[in-house]
């Protein structure tokens, strides 16, 4: 006789991300954590305010718009708090990932060290009551969570040192990079028609900053200064391509007051953007501070040559690997000018291929077997616990 117990449904796993699009590192992960929730059998539902819906169902998961508060403040983020664990009292979710602007008894995933952000960008501390900031230290001086997760060492330094997280509540996730967008063939199946879109000539150097916007978190202002020097050391030799959506005005005037203007190129964020990495001779960050930057690893992925600020959280993937003269601990944009020199003469393109080598252990695929073992951890080494972390 056939049984009349109902089947078991899924356990369901939350992601709280206030929004979740694709053309930001957060969002990607979310998304990442998203396919592989559902492959390890989790009904994933996520959390959001402002979402991709295409994107949600294709990674599997079904999506929960919240309400947002309709006034800036950091009282903004806290209603974002408020509504998520109002959801998980009616619904009780297996396991809550948090983004950073949620508490959670289960694993906070962090993206931006903010107060030293602004310490290295502006020289100076949050002023009290900064949106993000409030939020985030209410989150982390909390210690409900089981784990912190970072982008890099550089994020778990400054958490351990500033909300003195126990190293064992702390882990370092570095983000993956889709191995079928960014690889050398698919990147370099335009070079030639893209560089002759943009106007680059077969005898320049086409040297290059992507990224997702933030111009002045970024360094465009020292990467026009470097473009300045290699531009009077040989003359209409190299092109700058500038990737990003932010207000390029500033940087703009500053080309042009160092006679550069002509040099380069400007564009927003492009959906096939390994083309454009594919395009260029040599990637290049000086950022002040970035807490990983996927952009790094895409590069390299793509057997684009790359050279980073040690304040970028991808310098780690170099650090030890026989690549250090690829990272500066300077800002002078003279060392950054010979750097550029050194590597462009030294067969970038052998370089380059070594880096898409060293990238691919870091493609989805591998992150994913890491990914999966952090959330086993979660599940299996300690007791469930409801979702009941203090609100506002």
Not at 320 to 345: C, F, H, K, M, S
Request: hydrophobic share 40%; charged share 25%; aromatic share 8%.
């Amino acid at each position: 006789m056939p049984s009349s117990k109902p089947p078991s449904q899924p356990p369901v796993a939350a992601i709280a991300i206030r929004q979740v699009e694709k053309s930001t590192g957060a969002s990607r992960i979310a998304f990442n954590q998203m396919a592989l929730l559902s492959r390890m059998g989790y009904s994933v539902v996520v959390l959001a305010e402002k979402a991709n819906t295409d994107l949600i169902d294709a990674h599997g998961a079904n999506l929960v718009r919240l309400h947002r508060w309709p006034f800036k403040g950091a009282f903004r983020r806290f209603w974002f708090n408020h509504r998520v664990h109002a959801w998980c009292k009616r619904h009780h979710p297996a396991l809550l990932v948090s983004h950073g602007d949620a508490e959670s008894h289960d694993v906070i995933y962090m993206h931006n060290c903010v107060h030293l952000a602004s310490k290295r960008i502006h020289g100076r501390e949050l002023p009290k009551g900064h949106e993000v900031a409030a939020i985030h230290d209410h989150v982390l001086k909390q210690d409900r969570f089981r784990r912190v997760v970072t982008n890099s060492q550089m994020m778990a330094n400054d958490f351990k040192t500033r909300y003195g997280i126990d190293d064992d509540k702390l882990e370092v996730s570095y983000p993956g990079y889709d191995a079928e967008q960014f690889n050398p063939a698919k990147a370099r199946s335009e070079r030639h028609a893209l560089r002759s879109a943009l106007g680059v000539g077969e005898d320049e150097y086409l040297v290059g900053l992507v990224t997702s916007g933030n111009f002045k978190k970024r360094n465009v202002a020292g990467f026009v200064k470097i473009a300045a020097l290699l531009n009077e050391r040989l003359p209409k030799r190299y092109r700058f391509l500038v990737i990003g959506k932010d207000d390029a005005c500033l940087y703009q005037q500053q080309t042009k007051e160092l006679g550069v203007d002509g040099r380069f190129i400007w564009r927003t964020t492009v959906a096939d953007v390994e083309h454009l990495y594919g395009a260029l001779d040599l990637f290049v960050l000086p950022a002040h501070i970035e807490e990983f930057g996927c952009v790094v690893l895409e590069a390299m992925a793509c057997a684009t040559p790359v050279i980073v600020s040690s304040w970028t959280g991808a310098a780690e993937l170099l650090k030890g690997q026989q690549y250090g003269e690829l990272v500066l601990d300077t800002y002078d944009p003279e060392d950054w000018a010979l750097r550029i020199e050194t590597v462009l003469n030294n067969d970038p393109q052998a370089l380059g291929h070594r880096l898409a080598h060293l990238a691919t252990q870091y493609s989805h695929e591998h992150q994913y077997a890491a990914l999966e073992a952090s959330f086993n951890s979660l599940i299996f080494d300690s007791p469930q616990k409801e979702c009941n972390a203090g609100v506002v």
